[in-house]
């Protein structure tokens, strides 16, 4: 098994209620968590799942 290398998400303020992301697979796969620890618990979702949520997010204005 690989080690993922997750990254926190530019929005986070202070504190550790923030989303983490992590690729795997050679991009077959996208890692999501909302902890302290990401390794802990995750959603594996497509690459183009994400791509397709981040749209919608951004989208919606709220992002």
Same mark, same amino acid.
Do not use: I, N, R
């Given at each position: 098994?690989?080690?993922?290398? /997750?990254?926190?998400?530019?929005?986070?303020?202070?504190?550790?209620?923030?989303?983490?992301?992590?690729?795997?697979?050679?991009? &077959? &796969?996208?890692?999501?968590?909302?902890?302290?620890?990401? $390794?802990?618990?995750?959603?594996?979702?497509?690459?183009?799942? /994400?791509? &397709?949520?981040?749209?919608?997010?951004?989208?919606? $204005?709220?992002?």
């Amino acid at each position: 098994m690989s080690v993922l290398s /997750w990254q926190k998400s530019s929005y986070c303020g202070t504190g550790e209620a923030c989303v983490h992301v992590a690729t795997a697979a050679h991009g &077959a &796969a996208v890692k999501v968590a909302g902890s302290a620890d990401p $390794g802990a618990s995750h959603l594996t979702v497509s690459p183009a799942a /994400w791509s &397709a949520f981040l749209q919608a997010v951004k989208s919606s $204005g709220t992002a």
